[in-house]
């Protein structure tokens, strides 16, 4: 995928995937920037998921499909978008392409959900291997209608996963690939496995919350006073 940089002010992100399994593959793998706490797109795939009718998300989700590069090129193309030397956009650019093709935006998050479950069949770009990048990719989220599960997945992951963990891939390093040259004194491996929530009976957001982001004791004696 070509990645365009946006002229813009550095802002704060919680990098995090969204990601949709059915019949054996991935249908649905969203890279979201902003707010990947399960306080935050984490809350989001959980609203969405007491909200909507699963037997009709699940149809939508068979129907979409991935976009090739040539394909997701051509949008830019369509809004009138210019990369520089630089491999940058514009804001304004960005914000025309976004309006045009918010299924492709770094913004969308947890609303991805919403926009293939309400809209024609939809082309996505798929960024699972997102997953795989411990250091950068802090939360993943995976909807797994083949397990009937949520399932909720944290980066930082210094050891390596073991076989038959979902985003498991060998003894692979995907540091090497992700670090830009850096000399790190660690390395990092894909996101594992924290928490899984069965389809048919979620928890309410707050006992979600309580399991993913439970509040150390100082935390809930500031609550109480």
Same mark, same amino acid.
């Given at each position: 995928?070509?990645?365009?940089?946006?002229?813009?002010?550095?802002?704060?992100?919680?990098?995090?995937?969204?990601?949709?399994?059915?019949?054996?593959?991935?249908?649905?793998?969203?890279?979201?920037?902003?707010?990947? =706490? %399960? %306080?935050?797109?984490?809350?989001?795939?959980?609203?969405?998921?007491?909200?909507?009718?699963?037997?009709?998300?699940?149809?939508?989700?068979?129907?979409?499909?991935?976009?090739?590069?040539?394909? =997701?090129?051509?949008?830019?193309?369509?809004?009138?978008?210019?990369?520089?030397?630089?491999?940058?956009?514009?804001?304004?650019? *960005?914000?025309?392409?976004?309006?045009? $093709?918010?299924?492709?935006?770094?913004?969308?998050? *947890?609303?991805?959900?919403?926009?293939?479950?309400?809209? #024609?069949?939809?082309?996505?770009?798929?960024?699972?291997?997102?997953?795989?990048?411990?250091? %950068?990719?802090?939360?993943?989220?995976?909807?797994?209608?083949?397990?009937?599960?949520?399932?909720?997945?944290?980066?930082?992951?210094?050891?390596?996963?073991?076989?038959?963990?979902?985003?498991?891939?060998?003894?692979?390093?995907? *540091?090497?690939? =992700?670090?830009?040259?850096?000399?790190?004194?660690?390395?990092? $491996?894909?996101?594992?496995?924290?928490?899984?929530?069965?389809? *048919?009976?979620?928890?309410?957001? #707050?006992?979600?919350?309580?399991?993913? @982001?439970?509040?150390?004791?100082? @935390?809930?004696?500031?609550?109480?006073?």
């Amino acid at each position: 995928m070509t990645i365009l940089k946006v002229k813009e002010n550095i802002k704060m992100g919680t990098r995090n995937l969204i990601a949709v399994k059915l019949n054996g593959e991935y249908k649905v793998a969203q890279y979201s920037q902003w707010d990947g =706490y %399960s %306080s935050g797109q984490g809350a989001g795939v959980l609203d969405f998921l007491h909200r909507v009718n699963l037997d009709e998300f699940k149809n939508k989700v068979a129907q979409t499909t991935w976009i090739t590069q040539e394909e =997701y090129d051509k949008t830019w193309d369509e809004v009138g978008g210019t990369v520089d030397e630089r491999g940058f956009v514009s804001m304004e650019d *960005s914000n025309k392409h976004k309006k045009a $093709y918010p299924e492709f935006s770094r913004d969308t998050g *947890s609303d991805i959900l919403d926009l293939v479950n309400n809209s #024609e069949p939809l082309k996505l770009w798929n960024d699972i291997d997102f997953a795989h990048d411990g250091l %950068s990719c802090e939360w993943a989220y995976v909807i797994d209608f083949d397990k009937n599960t949520f399932e909720v997945f944290g980066g930082f992951c210094k050891e390596p996963l073991q076989e038959g963990e979902r985003f498991y891939d060998g003894d692979k390093e995907w *540091s090497d690939n =992700y670090y830009d040259g850096r000399d790190l004194n660690f390395k990092y $491996y894909g996101v594992r496995l924290l928490h899984t929530f069965d389809l *048919s009976d979620l928890p309410t957001e #707050e006992k979600f919350l309580e399991i993913c @982001e439970p509040k150390d004791e100082e @935390e809930s004696e500031d609550d109480n006073e």
